[in-house]
């Protein structure tokens, strides 16, 4: 098949406008907006994606390809994520960025970085300490690092949905800031670890100067965007307030203690100043019964600020997402399925944390079989669980 980005950009999109539907997608936002607010929604939001044949045969970019052009980027994000979602049906806040990975806020400071065919742009070199020591965080952020090329992807993005007829349904979200924490240890390096015993005025520092980048980079993306001053589309969770989501990939690799002193405060001062959010974190081992990072979710709930929590591994999933919903932070994503478990078994013991249509942004493991009434069999299972509702 032809290579030519142009023709396969009018070809993926027109597939989406064919079959994306108004409605669904603004009873998607309004079910986000009402979990992430904590308000009881007509139906919890339900995700998951359907890979339609008519795409089957076309071509894949590389991530380097994609880093050098923005339209082979925004092909493949409608191609891979976007055109899956609407043809699903399901509660997708359609969205596409400048997928840039997670090198933007550390380039800010300097970092070097390379774009490998197989990986998104990864850091290579870090910053030494007597330069952090002496940076200070620029007021405009426009010309620094990466965040050119950021601003080129997200301007093209735009570009090219509103020509489509797409920009109204199709978000254009912002980059990967990943967290303060994140960024001060993948600018400084493994010595940030050894910062905190050794020199913790240095470290204080450095988490002020990450939350100053990260708040900008996210104000930045925010201004090119183009969409809502306040709340928003967040990496594909809609919020009234906020709408932003951050980060915490290196904090699983903490103890608590230090969680608490290095960690906690800046989680809370970047999201306070960005109106709220939600956090991802990673870093264990996926399965049903692994216990990295767990003892991060007491911590993280103290962020007055956090609306929503996605994590990858639990030793005891409905345990902690009721803990969550203890808490008022909103789970945001899967529930392991049994291998034998069937569909409403599954959506009855997802729906096991909550006592009303709320707390829940649901990523679903919906069998190729089970697709055409996925959707359907969820609001019927929510109905015998909670009644009619709204």
């Known amino acids: 098949m032809s290579q030519d980005v142009k023709a396969l950009l009018d070809r993926v999109c027109g597939l989406i406008a064919e079959r994306i539907d108004p409605q669904t997608v603004d009873a998607a936002r309004r079910r986000h907006a009402d979990v992430l607010a904590w308000r009881e929604t007509d139906c919890l939001p339900i995700r998951f994606s359907v890979h339609p044949p008519e795409a089957a045969d076309l071509p894949r970019f590389d991530w380097k390809q994609q880093f050098d052009d923005p339209a082979k980027s925004l092909y493949m994000q409608l191609r891979d994520t976007v055109l899956p979602g609407v043809c699903s049906a399901s ?122 980048v990260y708040v900008g980079v996210t104000r930045l993306c925010r201004e090119v965007s183009g969409g809502p001053a306040e709340g928003g589309n967040a990496v594909g969770v809609w919020m009234d307030r906020g709408g932003v989501r951050m980060c915490g990939d290196s904090d699983i690799l903490v103890s608590p203690a230090q969680f608490e002193e290095f960690i906690l405060p800046y989680q809370t001062q970047a999201l306070e100043q960005l109106g709220g959010g939600w956090l991802h974190y990673c870093g264990g081992v996926k399965g049903f019964s692994r216990p990295e990072g767990l003892h991060l979710h007491a911590l993280y709930t103290r962020n007055p600020h956090l609306r929503g929590l ?66 359907a069999t969820w609001g019927r299972v929510q109905a015998a669980v909670f009644g009619n509702g709204k």
């Open 91 to 212: 509660d997708h806040a359609h969205y596409v960025r400048a997928d840039t990975g997670v090198i933007n806020c550390m380039t800010v400071f300097g970092a070097g970085y390379v774009v490998p065919e197989h990986t998104k742009p990864v850091v290579n070199r870090y910053v030494p300490k007597e330069v952090l020591a002496d940076f200070e965080v620029p007021a405009d952020l426009r010309p620094c690092g990466v965040m050119p090329r950021v601003i080129e992807h997200m301007e093209h993005h735009r570009s090219v949905l509103k020509a489509h007829g797409l920009s109204d349904a199709i978000d254009v979200t912002h980059c990967d800031q990943q967290g303060p924490f994140d960024v001060a240890a993948q600018t400084r390096g493994h010595e940030i670890f050894t910062d905190f015993y050794e020199d913790p005025e240095f470290a204080h520092a450095m988490m002020r100067k990450s939350v100053q």
């Open 310 to 375: 996605n994590w990858t591994t639990a030793g005891d999933w409905i345990g902690e997402m009721r803990k969550l919903a203890e808490a008022r932070v909103a789970h945001i994503g899967p529930l392991p399925r049994e291998q034998s478990e069937p569909l409403e078994a599954y959506f009855r013991r997802v729906l096991q944390p909550y006592q009303t249509r709320t707390g829940l942004l649901f990523d679903a493991d919906i069998r190729p079989e089970e697709r055409a009434e996925a959707v």
